[in-house]
């Protein structure tokens, strides 16, 4: 059932997936692999829906099963959890993989606030590219959440998130006046290293949609791209903006 089904995800069926995912879970279960795929689909089908406890239930069974990425299913989970699990097996695996979250740190607390957890699973949300996955009403939901965190240690990143849910919405002003927030912010740069150059190449490719703009939207993704190094998740982004000025280049040649 697995293969088939993922298509659901990709038009936005996400209730149709977790049923389908599921279904296929309960079918496989002799089938370990099969299982864990679908454990993932699940989690993230989850996520998608701002369901924490059955994307946490997904992910926690990941990390106590899966030999693979067990630092990963534990960032996942702390975050749909409110707390980070960070082992006692592997502690220094662990503390490599989780300084590539900006988040991590925090996660660690049994006193952080539900809104910042949530802040969490958007920040993954949006790093995996899923944020144009979840609809109208969730990144609404999304919006509200944010507007009502006042934390000046995440304030850019808050920004960042918002302008990237404004840009799914199509509200292209309040995107815009979002990302120059995340840009200019100071405070978070050192705990949240990637939200500048982001905020940065986000403002880039909004600007780039209008004539009037694409050459300002030009200039910002070369200043992401050699303003910044050293930041969390580079790599992801150089791949971005390498595709990005590709087909500007293609787009000017036709």
């Excluded at 926690?60 to 702390?78: D, N, P």
């Excluded at 993954?124 to 590219?129: A, D, G, M, T, V």
């Excluded at 209008?210 to 050699?226: D, I």
Aim: charged share 20%.
């Amino acid at each position: 059932l697995y293969f088939p089904i993922n298509q659901s995800v990709q038009i936005w069926l996400t209730c149709s997936a977790l049923t389908s995912f599921s279904d296929a879970l309960d079918l496989a279960s002799d089938q370990r692999e099969i299982q864990h795929v679908c454990l993932y689909e699940i989690g993230w089908c989850s996520m998608i829906e701002l369901n924490y406890r059955e994307a946490y239930r997904a992910f926690e069974r990941l990390k106590t099963e899966s030999r693979w990425s067990q630092c990963y299913y534990a960032y996942l989970t702390g975050g749909t959890n409110r707390t980070v699990d960070l082992g006692s097996k592997e502690p220094a695996l662990f503390s490599r993989t989780f300084k590539n979250f900006s988040n991590a740190e925090k996660l660690r607390s049994p006193s952080l606030s539900k809104e910042l957890c949530i802040l969490s699973v958007i920040e993954i949300l949006y790093l995996w590219k899923a944020l144009p996955n979840c609809s109208t009403a969730k990144l609404q939901t999304m919006t509200q959440v944010l507007q009502g965190i006042d934390d000046a240690s995440c304030a850019g990143l808050k920004n960042l998130l918002l302008g990237a849910i404004n840009n799914c919405l199509h509200n292209t002003k309040d995107a815009i006046q979002c990302f120059h927030l995340a840009v200019r912010d100071e405070v978070g740069r050192v705990t949240n290293s990637y939200v500048q150059p982001y905020s940065c190449y986000e403002l880039g490719c909004v600007l780039l949609n209008t004539p009037e703009s694409a050459g300002k939207g030009r200039m910002l993704m070369l200043q992401a791209k050699e303003d910044y190094a050293g930041y969390d998740f580079e790599n992801r982004l150089h791949v971005r903006i390498h595709s990005a000025l590709a087909s500007i280049r293609a787009a000017a040649q036709t």
